[in-house]
């Protein structure tokens, strides 16, 4: 019954308990399911870096609101040589249905202009590959794609195309487990180890998990760690909301999984919807030429308007910090 009220990926339980959660706030249940790590952290020594990655969650519409980095923000990823983030949503002046109640997610085409002042856009990797894919018909799919590669942004995440190569030596994959509506171009998170690449680093950038909990659920640490045996990291977005940064040892390394990178941008000015992290990751090779990730930092962040009309997003540490116990980041 609640797939002919709302559009959700979810069936009828997982619905309710999306709404509830949107009514009452962030969910703490599972925080014991995986560990925390604070930031900086040395996930392997003796790695020669060779590049720094920036990675951001979901992109969110503005809603006609302009966007900003803070001052500190722009520091931080700044010295990184790619950034990869999750842009959730379609560039277009389609409306949507009204009924089922739709979330649809619809870009206004200054967020190109506002993404382009964060980061250079050649230097920018951004997947299309969650459960807004299909909001509005493929026409209007493939025409925001298209908005998106004329501004010179590098665009993946559907079935032409399922990863980036960022360089010989970095490849990023896309997979998601949920989409809103049926759409023949998502790309099934089940897919993705067929992408990757030998003799590289490689990135999985999967949408998955559940909306506005602040740990993933057994099941999605146990799906994380699956990917990590096959993938060198794991960063993950759809909750929404930050979950924790860990390390997973292998046989030969120690490897990232960030459950959820939660919201890099939104204008929507709701306390469960304004939090983000904002990942940077040196990736290099050991003493034997093995590609893996040496040291990562990470901030906590919100997008809070700063101005009619415009909003900025700005690091969040120490006793302001709202998430996993509060704990201070230490630098």
């Given at each position: 019954?609640?797939?002919?009220?709302?559009?959700?990926?979810?069936?009828?339980?997982?619905?309710?308990?999306?709404?509830?959660?949107?009514?009452?706030?962030?969910?703490?249940?599972?925080?014991?399911?995986?560990?925390?790590?604070?930031?900086?952290?040395?996930?392997?020594?003796?790695?020669?870096?060779?590049?720094?990655?920036?990675?951001?969650?979901?992109?969110?519409?503005?809603?006609?609101?302009?966007?900003?980095?803070?001052?500190?923000?722009?520091?931080?990823?700044?010295?990184?040589?790619?950034?990869?983030?999750?842009?959730?949503?379609?560039?277009?002046?389609?409306?949507?249905?009204?009924?089922?109640?739709?979330?649809?997610?619809?870009?206004?085409?200054?967020?190109?202009?506002?993404?382009?002042?964060?980061?250079?856009?050649?230097?920018?990797?951004?997947?299309?590959?969650?459960?807004?894919?299909?909001?509005?018909?493929?026409?209007?799919?493939?025409?925001?794609?298209?908005?998106?590669?004329?501004?010179?942004?590098?665009?993946?995440?559907?079935?032409?195309?399922?990863?980036?190569?960022?360089?010989?030596?970095?490849?990023?994959?896309?997979?998601?487990?949920?989409?809103?509506?049926?759409?023949?171009?998502v790309l099934p998170i089940d897919k993705a180890k067929?992408?990757?690449?030998?003799?590289?680093?490689?990135?999985?950038?999967?949408?998955?998990?559940?909306?506005?909990?602040?740990?993933?659920?057994?099941?999605?640490?146990?799906?994380?760690?699956?990917?990590?045996?096959?993938?060198?990291?794991?960063?993950?977005?759809?909750?929404?909301?930050?979950?924790?940064?860990?390390?997973?040892?292998?046989?030969?390394?120690?490897?990232?999984?960030?459950?959820?990178?939660?919201?890099?941008?939104?204008?929507?000015?709701?306390?469960?919807?304004?939090?983000?992290?904002?990942?940077?990751?040196?990736?290099?090779?050991?003493?034997?030429?093995?590609?893996?990730?040496?040291?990562?930092?990470?901030?906590?962040?919100?997008?809070?308007?700063?101005?009619?009309?415009?909003?900025?997003?700005?690091?969040?540490?120490?006793?302001?910090?709202?998430?996993?116990?509060?704990?201070?980041?230490?630098?």
């Amino acid at each position: 019954m609640m797939r002919y009220i709302a559009v959700t990926p979810y069936n009828a339980r997982e619905s309710l308990g999306w709404v509830m959660r949107n009514l009452t706030g962030f969910s703490g249940r599972n925080s014991g399911v995986v560990e925390q790590l604070t930031s900086p952290h040395i996930f392997n020594e003796q790695v020669a870096r060779r590049y720094k990655v920036a990675v951001i969650g979901d992109i969110l519409p503005m809603r006609k609101n302009r966007l900003a980095l803070d001052a500190q923000l722009e520091e931080f990823i700044g010295d990184s040589d790619y950034l990869i983030g999750d842009f959730e949503g379609t560039i277009t002046e389609k409306k949507s249905a009204l009924w089922p109640i739709a979330f649809d997610q619809r870009h206004d085409i200054a967020i190109v202009e506002d993404l382009a002042r964060i980061f250079p856009p050649d230097k920018t990797y951004l997947s299309v590959s969650n459960n807004h894919t299909g909001d509005f018909k493929e026409e209007e799919f493939s025409s925001s794609v298209g908005i998106l590669k004329s501004a010179g942004f590098n665009v993946f995440g559907w079935d032409d195309a399922p990863y980036a190569d960022i360089n010989n030596d970095l490849r990023v994959v896309a997979g998601t487990m949920w989409s809103n509506r049926a759409f023949t171009e998502v790309l099934p998170i089940d897919k993705a180890k067929s992408r990757i690449k030998s003799g590289a680093y490689n990135i999985l950038f999967p949408h998955m998990g559940y909306e506005l909990e602040l740990y993933p659920r057994q099941e999605m640490a146990m799906l994380a760690k699956n990917m990590a045996d096959s993938f060198d990291g794991v960063i993950a977005n759809h909750p929404h909301c930050p979950q924790p940064v860990t390390s997973y040892q292998t046989g030969c390394c120690n490897r990232i999984i960030a459950y959820s990178l939660g919201d890099f941008c939104c204008s929507l000015r709701l306390k469960t919807m304004q939090y983000g992290l904002v990942i940077k990751m040196e990736i290099g090779q050991d003493l034997t030429g093995k590609w893996m990730i040496g040291k990562a930092w990470w901030r906590y962040t919100e997008c809070v308007p700063s101005s009619r009309g415009h909003f900025s997003i700005r690091p969040v540490s120490g006793r302001d910090n709202p998430f996993i116990g509060k704990e201070p980041i230490s630098e």
